[in-house]
């Protein structure tokens, strides 16, 4: 099992461009989320999946989007980048979002930076 | 959501036993209390997860006692590879979960 895979590493974008972030994970689980991670501070979720055609946004969703067409895939798309929104995005799996066992599988994350 | 409260750097030498106490006095009745271990430029790695009194794995016991307000990572005779971020985190389901800054643990040889 190649766990839960980010697509890209890196990436810098220009003020107002786009980009789609890549996360899937090959474990059949049912909940994904993506969060952010500033310098210095802990993770701050953005938005989050119980399962395929379902969303829900986290603690910080204003300038993402989200969408869950398939159990493996979760991309999240920066529709008009802002410096603000540089940072590390980590994407998680868990087996499930209602249960109370709720070990998450981590991403190895993506590093972006908005000039 | 419950909110926790843990020391924001903590330094032990190798071999040493190491504990981290975590504060979450507004914890809810059906809240889970969950440790997580990361890396520099590396995601979040669960540790141990607990409801009350002890759980015990092959890295590391949580204690929790029964008021269920603080809980204490244990990390037995850590090494240098144990220097990393530690955080505890409270809640029912994963999308409860909410991550602070976190307890920077520095091992020294």
């Known amino acids: 099992n190649a766990g839960v895979t980010q697509t890209p590493k890196f990436q810098v974008l220009k003020t107002g461009q786009s980009m789609t972030l890549q996360c899937a994970q090959d474990m059949n689980h049912e909940y994904m989320s993506w969060y952010r991670q500033d310098p210095g501070m802990g993770l701050r979720l953005i938005h989050y999946s119980v399962g395929a055609g379902i969303t829900d946004q986290g603690e910080v969703p204003n300038g993402y989007n989200v969408s869950r067409s398939t159990t493996e895939d979760f991309p999240l798309r920066l529709l008009s980048a802002a410096p603000s929104q540089t940072s590390v995005y980590f994407c998680?799996?868990?087996?499930?979002?209602?249960?109370?066992?709720?070990?998450?599988?981590f991403g190895p994350g993506t590093r972006l930076t908005v000039l | 959501l419950a909110k926790t409260t843990q020391p924001i750097s903590m330094d032990s030498y190798e071999g040493q036993e190491v504990n981290i106490t975590c504060s979450h006095n507004n914890i809810a009745t059906n809240d889970y209390i969950t440790w997580y271990q990361q890396f520099p430029s590396q995601g979040p790695r669960f540790i141990i997860q607990g409801y009350k009194t002890k759980v015990t794995n092959e890295v590391a016991s949580l204690f929790i006692p029964a008021d269920r307000k603080s809980s204490t990572l244990s990390l037995p005779r850590v090494s240098l590879s144990d220097t990393a971020v530690y955080y505890c985190l409270v809640g029912g389901s994963a999308r409860q979960l909410t991550f602070g800054s976190g307890t920077q643990l520095t091992v020294l040889p």
């Open positions: 998680a799996s868990s087996l499930t979002g209602t249960g109370h066992y709720n070990e998450q599988f």
